[in-house]
C-alpha cells in the first residue's frame, strides 16, 4: 500500500549548532576548542518538519525568522531537504533564533 503524506509545520524555527566534544560548559567568556561543529534545524516547526522530510512526506513550513545570515543557513538547510519554505516570513526587524548545544 502506498501512503502519500502531506504535512504543514507550523512554530518555531530554530538554528541549532550542535559543537563536540564538550566536557565542561566553559565560565564566563572563557573558551572551549572543539573538535566538531554542525548545524542543524530545530524548533517546533523546523525541526518536525526536516523528521518529516526525511521519512519522504512532502512538507511545507510556516513561520517567521530573521532576515539574517543565520535565517540564510536554516532556509537552505531546509530547502536541501525538500522542506517547501514559502510560507516562512523573513523579518528584518528580528534575529533568527539559535542555539549551542554541547
Known amino acids: 500500500m502506498n501512503v502519500i503524506t502531506s504535512v504543514v509545520c507550523m512554530g518555531a524555527h530554530i538554528l541549532d549548532v550542535l559543537v563536540r566534544p564538550v566536557s565542561d560548559i566553559p565560565a564566563g567568556q572563557d573558551i572551549l576548542l572543539v573538535e566538531q561543529m554542525r ?5 517546533t516547526a523546523a525541526g518536525t518538519a526536516l523528521t ?3 521519512l519522504g512526506a512532502a512538507v511545507r513550513t510556516a513561520g517567521a525568522i530573521g532576515a539574517d545570515p543565520p535565517g540564510d543557513l ?14 516562512v516570513a523573513r523579518k528584518p526587524d528580528v534575529a533568527t533564533s539559535m542555539s549551542v548545544l554541547p
Open 74 to 87: 536554516l532556509l537552505s538547510l531546509l530547502d536541501r531537504a525538500g522542506i517547501d519554505t514559502s510560507l
Open 39 to 43: 548545524m542543524t534545524a530545530a524548533g
Open 52 to 54: 518529516f522530510a526525511k
